[in-house]
């Protein structure tokens, strides 16, 4: 089990929230869990594209 001791805030409009909240109660999820997701993919994104975009950088392009 993961426990879950740090807390971020975030502001969003109205609009983009309604629509977060009402895909994630599609999903049957909480609005924090779909959150949860998104940031961990995006992380591991990063972290799997980004070798690729440094080396680019260091040969100059």
Do not use: N, W
Request: charged share 30%.
């Amino acid at each position: 089990m993961v426990i879950y001791d740090r807390k971020i805030s975030a502001k969003i409009d109205g609009e983009r929230l309604e629509a977060l909240q009402e895909y994630a109660r599609k999903e049957g999820v909480t609005v924090s869990t779909l959150l949860r997701h998104l940031v961990c993919r995006f992380l591991e994104s990063q972290q799997r594209f980004a070798p690729t975009i440094q080396q680019g950088v260091k040969d100059g392009f």
